[in-house]
């Protein structure tokens, strides 16, 4: 089955710094790709999407890039403000649902 | 105002006792799911309902009930078989398979 995983579990950035959130998936036949922001006692928030036919989706200060080849798709967050500070999780979609990584916990400091 | 409506949001329950989550959609949306999320950890499929009156188990259905009788609704009954229940439980919906899934605000169940 598919596995996602998400590299750092934890980012600390200064305001006004970019982040970046990577997720790496296993099956090749996963062809869509959202990411969710969780703010606390909370439900996921979808941020940002892209499926397989597209390398890279921008929205305003976030953009997801997808490389099908080496199989994994990023967030990134320019000049992040203190709102950002959040849960955020990818997922896969894979056969019949989707598969969520662990979660990165960003904090950015004022 | 559409979404996804979850209650109630706190749950607190006696060892023993089964327990029903309400999920209530007014997204018109075919697809329910319901997800376990517990500290530091993602979410977890527990089970899903791609139409009405039918619905199938996830990876983490051990303990729990569903039914979908109505389209817009999705009740999950935590029962006492449920060795460790005390979690987030997140109900969320899309239109198909391959559509975003959206998310109520969730109920965080708490054992005693």
């Known amino acids: 089955g598919e596995n996602v995983e998400q590299h750092p579990s934890t980012l600390s950035v200064q305001e006004g710094d970019s982040a970046v959130i990577k997720c790496t998936y296993s099956?090749?036949?996963?062809?869509?790709f959202p990411w969710y922001k969780q703010e606390l006692g909370k439900g996921p928030q979808l941020i940002i999407d892209i499926r397989s036919n597209v390398g890279e989706k921008k929205d305003q200060r976030i953009a997801v890039t997808l490389n099908k080849t080496a199989k994994h798709f990023s967030l990134h967050i320019t000049e992040t403000q203190p709102e950002d500070s959040a849960v955020y999780f990818c997922?896969?979609?894979?056969?019949?649902?989707?598969?969520f990584g662990p979660g990165t916990r960003l904090s950015v400091l004022p | 105002d559409g979404g996804i409506t979850q209650s109630p949001k706190y749950l607190f329950r006696k060892e023993g006792q089964n327990v029903t989550l309400s999920c209530e959609q007014n997204l018109n949306h075919d697809a329910m799911y319901w997800y376990r999320q517990d500290p530091g950890q993602g979410l977890r499929l527990i089970y899903y309902?791609?139409?009405?009156?039918?619905?199938q188990k996830g990876d983490i259905a051990e303990g729990y009930s569903v039914s979908r009788e109505k389209k817009e609704s999705f009740p999950l009954t935590v029962t006492s078989a449920q060795k460790n229940p005390t979690a987030f439980y997140l109900c969320a919906s899309n239109q198909g398979r391959t559509d975003t899934q959206y998310f109520g605000p969730g109920t965080r169940l708490t054992v005693l």
């Open positions: 997922a896969a979609y894979y056969g019949q649902n989707f598969v």
């Open positions: 309902s791609q139409i009405v009156n039918d619905f």
């Open positions: 099956d090749s036949a996963s062809n869509y």
